[in-house]
Every structure is written in C-alpha cells, then in structure tokens.
C-alpha cells in the first residue's frame, strides 16, 4: 500500500505548495464570499439546530472526504452560524473585529508555529516579542528595569499579577518562599482589594492561588463607577484591626461594564502608603495609550507594579494575544523554573533569553508577530484615531438615549461602554417588568440576528450593554438601531399586556 502523507505538510514539493495554495485559496474564498453577502450579524437560528447540525458533522469516517463536500458543510453549519464579529452591529461584550493584519498575520503564525518558551524554538520571534514588550514599557511610561510577557489575555496577566504579589508577599511578611515550600498557614491572613466593578478574574484567581475568594474585599464604587479611595483607606483600617493582612490592591482602567477607569494615581499614593502591590488591570482601557484625545486617562500606569492589557479587546488583534507587565523585572524571578532540557541555567549565563521562565505557560503563541505587522502596516496614529471614533461614537449615542424618554442612561461613558434600559411606555407596578422586558428585547433582537447587545445587572436591575468597539459603525446606525428598539419594544409590551387580557378572559 502507498500512503501519501507528504502534501498534508509544509515542504518543498509542488504538491505541498499546491496543496497549501489551494487550502489558502478556498479559505479565502470562503471568508471574502461571506464577507460580502452578510447582513446581519447572526444567522437567527436556534441553540437547537445549530446543535444538531453540528453534531451530524460528526460521521467520521476512516478517509478523507472530499474538499469540496467538506468546505460546504463548514460554510452552511460553522460559519453561516458563527457570530459575525465584523458586523458593526455586533455590540455586546468586550470581543473586537479583528483588523485584517492580525487576521493575515494569524496565517504566518500559523504555518511557522513558533513555539515562545525557548530561543532554540523561536530565535527570530523571542526577539520579536522582547522589542514589543520593551516598546510597550516605554508607552506606559516605565524604567528599563521594568519587563513583559505575552499571555493568553487578561485572565493570564489578572493572574500572573496576583500570583507575584501573593510570592513578594508571604517573602516579605513570613520570609517564606512560596515558589518552593508552598503556602504558609499565615497565608490565610493575606487580603487583597479591589472595586465592586473589578473584573472576576481577581476573585477567581486568589481562589485558584490559594487564598480563596474571600481573600478579596471589595470596595464600594464612586459615582462615577470608579474605585472610591475613602472606602479604601477605611476598609485597610477595619482590615489590619482584625489582624489581617492587606498586601494588594487591583484598580482597573476600563472596567467590563462600564469602561470607568479608576484614579490611579490616587490609588498609586495609597499602595505606597500602605505598602502594597499595585495592579491595574487595563486590559480594556490599555488601548488608550495611543488614543490622541484620551491619553491622559491612563498616563499613571507607569505608577503600578504590575499592569494587565488585552490586545484582542480594544486593539483588534485576533484571538488569542494580551500581555503582563511588570514595573521590576527582577519580580519575575520568584516564578522562574529552570528545566535542564528546555532553559538550563547555563543558557542564562551565555545571554540566551528564554521567555519560559517569565510565564505560566510553556509552549506559547507567537502572538506578538500580529501587533507588529498592525503597528507597521497601519502607524500609529491611524490606530489612535479609530479608538478616540469609537468613544466619541459611544458618547454621542449615549446623548441620544437620554433625549429619549423610552430609555434611561446609566453612565455617562468613559471610553466605549454604555448601559442603559428601555423604559415601557405603559405604566407598570412590579419593577420586574421592565427586567422582563428588556431581557426579552435583548433576546429578541438576538434571535432576528439583527442588533447583538449584552445584558447585565447593576443594582439589581436588568440593563441592556453596547460594547462600541467597531470604528466602522456610525451615528446614523445607531438612530437606526434605538427607532428599531422602541418598535420592538412596544410590540413585545403590547403581546405583554394581551396575553394579560387573555389570561383574565380565560379564567
Ligand atoms: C476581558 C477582561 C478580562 C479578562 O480577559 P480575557 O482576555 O478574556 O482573559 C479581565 N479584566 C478586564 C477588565 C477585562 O475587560
């Protein structure tokens, strides 16, 4: 029997080229043909189907199928029913259209699958991701004793953040090292702080580091959805009066909900006071470092010890690619494993960098190849103007929801997040009416696949979320989109109140 593997793989054959040439162009084809025929962001078909036809993909059989077979099923069951994240009515969370350098540098990643961890399997990309690190550090405005790492997202700098501090801490306070002989029992004492609003990897990731959920006190939210120092500062006295242990505080710029930065520079003056860590999540906001109008919003990042940014949020880069920073690279040691096979010590001494030794992964995406293809491709100023677009949208839109007495506004949007509700015209008695009710006009509008907005909760009541991150959406879009809400609206509040009637009638 002749098998033929060789043109399944990268090499120099006309077949493989040929091969890898026609996979390509299908792909493309695929993606451009569906590009221009989308008008909507999302299929409308049900969690069920969409279910069962997936699930009947599933007939594998023992050989191969054939291409053009294959790529119909993906176009009809995947991609018809993926969510269009390109559609500029795509809105709901924090989940960006990829710029088409990102998306074309995804395919260089991809076929030269470089593998992060250590300089013997990426030589040119470690570099690659050492000099956006360093060109990162110099935007925030930190030393060149300062460093990064390439994560995942978020999550994985949230946690690398917490897990540094917990290590200096229990170092620092019980002289104990935690990276060798594990937790203390006074470990249990440790408290970090952050704002009602902080996102829930703080949480999460004091639990999975073994300080449990409870470790995080949070504190109330100002006015403005921000941090308030005042309820800081009392909650570290009530704190240390029970014998407990603040070592760390989280302040976010951008937070999930509403986009609120907190006043760093505040919270910068009392973590040095009161000799904690500082971390600030920016994973959202960290795109304002290039924002031309809204710069200053983040320029005392370089106050934190530690800073998380996403670049698949607010800098449309392609899932997955964040980063971790940290303000003192020697912080990086209390996690540095050496592995003899992969970064032996000795790699060290001869000026080998190794980025394993600075992560929580091992083998790790060249993700940074994406930015630097963006940043080349499309300067950045370009990239600061389409961010400062899409806040002023976000700010515009906001002041067409409060002329209208069909909506309430919740916040006065900092960057490009939004909360508000549909207020029904009709009067009502039990405030969990206009829950229901926008609850329903969000799923409404889902199920036509039409407008993708998020919902939430905040003081216990149901609000609706645009998420603006599209530059390519306009303000005559949005006119288009809240006329299109009041009708849905109405219609869903006049079925409301027949189905009253009919339930009265009946009964
Ligand atoms: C999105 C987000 C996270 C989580 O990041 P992932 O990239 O989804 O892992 C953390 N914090 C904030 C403020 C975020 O917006």
Known sequence: MKTNFVHWFLHPSDESVKTYRALMDTVVKLITNETMRINKPFSGASRQEIESRVKEMFNLSTVAQKMDDVMEEIQNVIVRNSLWISHPSSMAHLHCPPLLPSIAAEVMINALNQSMDSWDQSPAATYVETELINFFTKQIGYSHDSDGIFTSGGTQSNYMGLLLARNKACQTNFSVNVHEEGLPFEARRLRILCSEHAHFTVQQSAAQLGLGMNAVVKVA???????????????????????????????????????????????????????????????????????????????????????????????????????????????????????????????????????????????????????????????????????????????????????????????????????????????????????????????????????????????????????????????????????????????????????????????
């Open 221 to 507: 939210a100002n006015d403005q959805h921000q941090l308030c120092i005042d309820d800081a500062k009392k909650k570290i006295v009530q704190l240390r009066r029970q014998g407990l242990l603040p070592f760390m505080i989280v302040a976010t710029a951008g937070t999930t909900d509403f986009g609120s930065i907190d006043c760093l520079k505040d919270i910068a003056k009392l973590a040095n006071e009161e000799h904690l860590w500082l971390h600030v999540d920016a994973a959202y906001g960290g795109a304002l470092l290039f924002s031309h109008q809204y710069r200053h919003l983040v320029s005392d990042l370089c106050l934190a010890d530690s800073i998380t940014i996403d670049f698949h949020k607010l800098y449309y880069q392609s899932i997955s690619c964040g980063a971790f920073f940290v303000k003192h690279k020697q912080d990086f040691k209390q996690i540095a494993y050496y592995a003899d096979y992969l970064n032996p010590k000795e790699d060290q001494e001869d000026g080998i960098i190794n980025l394993v030794e600075k992560s929580v992964q091992t083998t790790k995406r060249f993700d940074a190849l994406k930015l630097l293809f963006t940043f080349k491709l499309m300067g950045t100023h370009l990239f600061g103007e389409m961010v400062d677009y899409t806040i002023n949208l976000a700010k515009e839109t906001a002041n067409l929801l409060k002329n209208d007495p069909r909506f309430e506004v919740l916040n006065e949007p900092e960057i490009n997040a939004l909360l508000f509700r549909y207020i029904p015209s009709q009067r009502w008695e039990d405030p969990s009416y206009v829950d229901e009710i926008n609850l329903e006009l969000q799923r409404a509008f889902y199920q036509s696949g039409e407008l993708i907005m998020a919902k939430t909760r905040q003081g216990g009541k149901v609000y609706l979320k645009f998420t603006m991150l599209n530059p390519l959406n306009t303000i005559s879009k949005m006119k288009t989109h809240i006329e299109r809400m009041k009708q849905v609206g109405e219609k869903i509040e006049k079925e409301r109140g027949e189905k009253r009637y009919e339930y009265s009638v009946h009964y």
